[in-house]
């Protein structure tokens, strides 16, 4: 029998986090933890080891947050800032591990990051930049940190994106479409997480409404929302209106599935 996942939300807020800079509406004003939220991130690990999806402008910090010492892959979901720009700081993991950062993601993804990190895959190399190794994927199960990701390729608008299962396990994020294709890689997940912006429609992400539509669908036995901006509302009061088997993730927040 294999052991089971244990995933932890590092972040749970879309590209600008919560609090917004500036902001004073309830949610930005709020003392509840749970209304705080970081770029959206997971870490999961099994058997001792660890990856960790997508490196948001907050990794450092949350790494120093949930004590990482070590982690065993980093897979990407897809190019945008707010998902990879904190891909420097696994320099810590460089000198402390003596591991090169072994980074699975598309081509597409391996060319934002060659312009974003220029310095960490030029030929002349400075004393201290980032060591990072590239294993390339496409829509096919890989392995990563010991453990096999099936991708699931969703539309971010018109942008493809990869969403993951591990075991019964899957992530969706920064989708606002699914094939009934890619649909049945999903289906028989015990947990599923899925992207929830906000209640007002949105061109590139679900809201709340789409969202639990389409987890009522999909049938897992529990689901979580994330990557939730400030304008969805209160932690308590959007829970309070969830349907059974729901749950608004919060930045923190542990899980565990086979």
């Not at 690990?45 to 948001?56: L, N, S």
């Not at 890989?142 to 942008?159: D, L, Q, R, S, T």
Request: aromatic fraction near 10%.
């Amino acid at each position: 029998m294999s052991q089971a996942l244990r995933v932890t939300f590092l972040g749970t807020g879309t590209s600008q986090g919560v609090p917004v800079i500036a902001c004073e509406c309830a949610v930005c004003t709020s003392k509840d933890p749970r209304n705080n939220r970081m770029r959206s991130s997971i870490m999961v690990e099994q058997k001792g080891r660890c990856v960790v999806i997508d490196t948001g402008p907050d990794f450092r910090q949350q790494m120093l947050v949930h004590k990482v010492k070590s982690i065993d892959g980093i897979v990407f979901t897809h190019e945008h800032k707010d998902h990879i720009a904190g891909l420097d700081e696994v320099r810590a993991f460089n000198y402390f591990n003596k591991w090169r950062a072994q980074v699975y993601c598309t081509p597409k993804v391996e060319e934002a990051l060659r312009r974003e990190f220029a310095y960490a895959f030029s030929e002349v190399k400075y004393p201290g930049i980032p060591e990072i190794d590239i294993c390339t994927i496409d829509n096919s199960p890989f392995e990563a940190g010991g453990m096999w990701f099936n991708p699931i390729e969703v539309k971010h608008m018109h942008m493809p994106v990869f969403g993951y299962r591990i075991g019964d396990f899957t992530y969706i994020t920064d989708a606002n479409f699914i094939s009934e294709e890619e649909k049945q890689k999903i289906k028989g997940s015990k947990v599923l997480v899925l992207n929830a912006l906000r209640h007002e429609k949105h061109p590139s992400h679900f809201n709340l409404q789409e969202a639990i539509a389409l987890a009522e669908e999909l049938g897992a036995e529990e689901t979580y929302f994330t990557h939730i901006s400030h304008q969805l509302g209160l932690h308590d009061v959007e829970q309070s209106t969830l349907p059974t088997g729901m749950k608004i993730a919060y930045d923190g927040l542990v899980v565990h599935c086979s």
